[in-house]
């Protein structure tokens, strides 16, 4: 186990989550048609995985909290879910078998994100999709979030297990490209226009 596994806490529910009202949908939507191969990095209790196969896809699961992945088997025995730390180079069985990587609200926790767009690398191949989700943070949100008083709700420091990294339309849109992929389009999700709750980005493996 490593130390990133023990700093989080147990899964203590299966099904979905609060956001998974507008987030679900805004995925499926940026899924391409047919029936893709699709690995969902990072998926928790593997509520959005099931999703991902009802909707027709072929899709594995990973995610390094036993407890989620215990908790996604018993939920949906027939969907593929493989405990895996995303610090880790991907195993020989999951490298260049996909055509599509899913992770949806992960990158915001991860100390080193450009870690997620290599495992995403390993898992492509030579060509694919990434579509990651993560919170927006733009002008008008982050001053909505300041003139109505909810700075420390927002970015509070003594929650534990939350969101350290804050991206933006331009910063995810660098970070991709920095990591040698090409952004196709990035769309809003959740709220009203200006202040959505999350950003969905779908973006292009460049050749090596």
Not at 105 to 111: P, Q
């Amino acid at each position: 186990m490593s130390a990133e596994e023990t700093s989080y806490p147990e899964w203590v529910f299966s099904g979905e989550a609060e956001n998974h009202h507008y987030l679900v949908p805004a995925v499926l939507r940026a899924l391409p048609a047919g029936r893709v191969r699709v690995l969902d990095l990072g998926c928790g209790n593997g509520a959005l995985t099931a999703k991902i196969h009802h909707a027709g896809k072929d899709v594995t699961g990973i995610d390094f909290t036993p407890s989620g992945i215990e908790r996604a088997r018993q939920s949906n025995p027939g969907v593929d879910f493989v405990i895996h730390d995303l610090n880790e180079p991907l195993p020989e069985s999951l490298r260049g078998r996909f055509d599509v990587v899913v992770s949806a609200e992960v990158i915001e926790h991860l100390f080193l994100p450009r870690t997620l767009f290599t495992r995403c690398r390993e898992a492509l191949g030579e060509s694919g999709q990434a579509i990651i989700t993560t919170p927006l943070h733009g002008y008008w949100k982050n001053l909505a979030i300041v003139v109505t008083g909810k700075s420390d709700h927002h970015w509070n420091p003594l929650a534990d297990y939350g969101h350290i990294k804050f991206f933006s339309k331009k910063t995810l849109r660098e970070t991709a490209r920095e990591c040698g992929f090409e952004p196709a389009r990035v769309l809003g999700a959740g709220r009203v226009p200006l202040l959505r709750a999350t950003m969905v980005m779908t973006a292009n493996l460049l050749p090596r």
